[in-house]
């Protein structure tokens, strides 16, 4: 089975700190996107990258950037958390190409006070 | 942006009762897909219909694909209170660079179903 597992489920931090949400999937899989979602808005793309090393924004990648050094591990740092970046972030891979699902993990609630 | 809206919003049955929602999605699309997402957890896969298909099923689910009208439809039969949920519907988001697997994801249709 496909796992995507994501470094903490519940996280609290201060404004201003810097933020490591990681992401670790085990089945090879070329994409891997950062998704934050807020009630009444759906999921929106913040990140994703479809090889090592390379990444392309998503909706709203502002106040985020990334980091993809291995192929199974995709970080999404927040540079200076802002209370407005509280939030559920989900983690998500696939196959490369068009028809194939992603599969999600459990997902980061994030706190910024 | 979102390319899908689901409607209605929130959807309350009885066990037992069919669940319908509806997608609409604005561009031309190669698949659309349906994720399904328990309170407070990640997105679980449940359907991908393609655009040249007009009906899929998958045990209790039904989903049909038209795009003419650029909408979808998911039906699930026989609902049970572990269908209670919420669905989204994906559309993968760029014709042009259709083999990176973007994907575009509706508000989501909440749907509780009580015993």
């Known amino acids: 089975d496909v796992k995507v597992t994501q470094s903490s489920r519940y996280l609290v931090k201060r404004t201003g700190e810097k933020v490591f949400l990681e992401c670790v999937q085990d089945m090879d899989h070329e994409n891997m996107f950062w998704y934050r979602q807020d009630p009444g808005l759906g999921l929106r793309l913040i990140y994703f990258?479809?090889?090592?090393?390379?990444?392309e924004k998503g909706d709203i990648p502002e106040g985020y950037s990334v980091s993809r050094e291995k192929k199974e591990r995709f970080s999404l740092i927040l540079e200076s958390a802002s209370t407005n970046q509280t939030s559920m972030y989900l983690c998500a891979s696939s196959l490369r190409g068009a028809t194939y699902e992603q599969y999600f993990g459990p997902g980061t609630r994030l706190t910024v006070t | 942006s979102q390319q899908g809206e689901e409607d209605p919003q929130a959807l309350s049955i009885q066990e037992g009762e069919n669940a319908t929602m509806n997608c609409s999605y604005k561009?031309?699309?190669?698949?659309l897909q349906w994720y399904r997402q328990n309170s407070g957890r990640g997105l679980v896969h449940l359907i991908l219909?393609?655009?040249?298909?007009r009906e899929k099923h998958s045990g209790r689910l039904r989903v049909t694909l038209d795009t003419s009208k650029k909408s979808s439809s998911l039906l699930i039969t026989a609902s049970r209170a572990a269908d209670t949920a919420s669905y989204f519907c994906?559309?993968?988001?760029?014709?042009?660079?259709?083999?990176?697997?973007?994907?575009?994801f509706g508000a989501g249709t909440q749907v509780v179903v009580t015993p």
């Open positions: 990258s479809y090889d090592v090393k390379m990444k």
């Open positions: 561009t031309s699309i190669n698949n």
């Open positions: 219909i393609r655009s040249n298909e």
């Open positions: 994906a559309t993968d988001a760029d014709m042009t660079t259709d083999s990176w697997g973007k994907l575009q």
